[in-house]
């Protein structure tokens, strides 16, 4: 940091840390009695703070307080069942749950190439100047509200995709079984699927894993960088040995929030589906579902029981994607800290 | 790539040059450019591209019984990638032409990307336009327009004036609360902040559907009162809370931490620190905070759709009855058979766009300036105290016996 040149006298009166000059912002130790104010302020703040633990908990509390009729009712079968007559007693998470991790499986299929590819597109290749105006493009594109995307699924790309579709039914249907469509070749056989879902799912998550990754990317050291042009790299091999190893814990936390993200995602899907329940196993057919699009579409049901059991299959989303999110979370910032220690 | 012509580092000329190297001195150092597009580059790609146009038409439209524009482009774009390998391959060496095929992969995710947000706005905007042209739109309801009506008749005013007045009432719950709980988490610290932080980074991805069934549970069904607007801000408020703070959390911990040490130098408080020092210098973040969050919740459409109730009647009052917002008008009339409702949902949601754009280039231009950087106007009354105080300072220089300034009060 310091160099020969630079005169060393200024440090002198700080003896403890003598590599920060005067411009480096090391915020000290500060200890002041505090002011019967200040202990107000910060108890305040304090309550502030675990507020966050509160509303969570509170979300947790009552999903269970009133999801407990339902899961009292059937027990067990609520995992187990796939239909959902809440009339007749007969309901459980056994078809939504898996179709929902089915649309949010095939977003990340789709969304993860591209999105990687754009965050290195923007870090690592696209012209300086523009750098700034993707970036804040990309935000944009997370801003977009969900039903803007229903609304753009349902009737732009809906309509367009299904020659596709039609088209992976008919020639890959019979190798790949999963892309077959039973339902005869008419044209609401291939729509409202599970893969349409999927591909509007995916575009609404790409923001997020592209704008972390692009992050991680941006932060692999400059030093390594040089040294890997230094040894003759191309750009796609310094790319590879040392802007992706880098940023690779980064990237994983961020495909994982984007799993979490599509697992929830309600509106763009109710939009475009036609419910149904059963575990799905031929992606390209009419008929998806998920938790969060069951709970949008079922909770006009006035019933308690009904409301009861949609409460429990919240409960269920809510604690999945808790999980998946605060794992996400823990993989993020080891690869931060990580990150700060690299260099 | 390109060849460096390197200064000649012994003059050949008459021997005995003490210092050999200096002949190099005088001449400017020229920036070598590497890389750099070449009429070559420009080539390969548009002969890839063309060729595989050609041949894709011909397979894929001739050949093959394939159809639709969406697998005429993948096909297009795979023939490209394999037409631009082979042409590459004629040139150059094996780890240049991977080196140049993944560099046209992240171009055309980047375009793609770009692309799809591009046509998203337009066909938002092409559709919504329909309906929105009609002033009607903006300034009449719901109440007397049946499916069957024609667009200049109704609008959606009580969803403009439904989607402001739960966002006002979110962001005034919202906001102190978030700001509060980054202060807290930057100021006070302590054991809980890192817990605090995790979970602020966990409710961020909170399921918008799981906000609204929460406070459908709880204001709705335990405690009984009927859906209205003031549930909906509400659940809201759940999900803009962790943005906020996470978004001021950054900006806080970016006040440059002398700040706080002249304030305390100068006898306040951590109350009068964080009030008067802390937080005036990270304002137009904070802001940028506040209109992320606020661009946020505007466009949530689950946790309004479970709280506040739909209807197309004008209501004004956010406390009592159901309340139509903008995402919930959308949701409803989209899903109904009839041109004109589905026109009036795009025009609403032409509608919602507009207002999250404006939300979003707000954040955006307030967001440009670091912490403690000045606006034209601050710096200017800065200067206008300035001279002032030089001018009052040299009127006490001219008459020794009055007052100073800093003793007259």
Redesign the interface.
Known sequence: MTSAAEPAAPYAGSPGRPDHGPDQDVPRVITAPATPGDRVFRGVLRMAGLSVFAIMGLIAFFLILRGSDALRAVGLSFLTEQKWQTAAHNFGIAAVLPNGLLIAVIALVIAVPVALGTAIFISEYAPVRLRAALISLIDLMAAIPSIVYGLWGLFFLQPRIIGFVRWMANHLGDTIPFLKVRTGDIGTSYTSSTFIAGVVVALMIIPIITSLSREVFSQAPQGEREGAYALGSTRWGMVRTVVLPFGKGGVIGAVMLGFGRAMGETIAVALIISPNFKAITHILENGANSISALIALRFGESDTLSLSALMAAGLVLFALTLLVNVAAGFVINRSRSGSATAD | MTTLDLPPVAAPGPAADPAPTQAAAPRPERKVRL?GITREDVFTVAGAAIGSLALNWMLYERVLP??????FL?CWYLLFLAGYFALGRLQWHR??V??RL??V??????L???A??V??IG??LS?GSEAAQHLNFFTQSMDHTGPLNPITDGGALNAVVGSLEQLGLATLFAV??GI??A???S??GGR??R??R??????T???????G??V???VI??FGFEKSGFAASLALT?MM??IV?RAAEVVIRLV???L??AS?ALGG????T?WNVVLPTARPGLVTAVV?GM??G?????PV??TSGFTSQFNGNPFSDHQVSL?LY??NY??QPYDGM?AR??AA?LT??IV??I??VTA?VLGGRRPGQLTRAQKRRIDRDARRLEKAAAGAVARPYALRPQEQQ
């Open positions: 890389g394939f159809s639709g524009a969406f697998g993948i780890l240049m991977r080196d993944v560099g992969v992240a171009w055309s995710s980047g793609l990307v770009v799809l947000i046509d998203q066909y938002v559709r102190p609360l509060a709980a202060v807290f988490m100021e006070v809980m902040a817990p605090v995790t979970l602020v980074e966990a409710m991805a909170l399921p918008s559907i799981v906000a069934l929460f459908l549970g709880v069904i335990t759940v809370m962790p703070t440059p931490g002398t706080r040490e305390y408080s951590q109350w009068r964080v992320l661009a946020r505007v466009g949530e459409t689950s759709l479970l995402p959308i949701w989209v899903k589905i949902g795009f949601a919602l766009m999250v754009l939300l979003f955006r």
